[in-house]
């Protein structure tokens, strides 16, 4: 089985930062593309950034210059880092990973969520 676990959402006043981390785990040869999603009440899961196993990283436009989406292989670690947070972007945000087991089959994964409030 393979697990995602985030960590890092909370509460901050506009203009703050908070750093998102997620961690895969379980019997898998390789993670692969990864990904930050984010949803809110009503609304369908949108993504925010995604970052491939070679490091290169595409933004959702609402978000670029603001967060920096980064990895660590080893780790089998995805990080985001959120700057200048605004009310809207308050969120769940979702960890997501696409990994290869070693029987060579892969699947897409997510994690359980993890809340991001910003306060005006």
């Known amino acids: 089985q393979v697990q995602l676990v985030e960590s890092g959402g909370g509460l901050v006043q506009a203009g703050g930062s908070l750093r998102l981390s997620c961690v895969v785990s379980?019997?898998?040869?390789?993670?692969?593309?990864m990904g930050w999603y984010r949803q809110t009440p009503g609304k369908q899961r949108e993504a925010v950034a995604v970052?491939?196993?070679?490091?290169?990283?595409n933004y959702a436009d609402a978000v670029k210059g603001r967060f920096t989406i980064s990895r660590d292989n080893a780790k089998k670690t995805v990080y985001l880092q959120m700057n200048s947070l605004k009310p809207e972007d308050t969120a769940v945000y979702y960890c997501?990973?696409?990994?290869?087991?070693?029987?060579?089959?892969?699947?897409?994964?997510w994690g359980q969520g993890t809340q991001v409030t910003v306060s005006s």
């Open positions: 997501n990973a696409d990994v290869t087991y070693y029987s060579g089959s892969s699947s897409n994964n």
């Open positions: 970052i491939t196993r070679g490091g290169t990283a």
């Open positions: 379980g019997r898998i040869f390789s993670v692969n593309n």
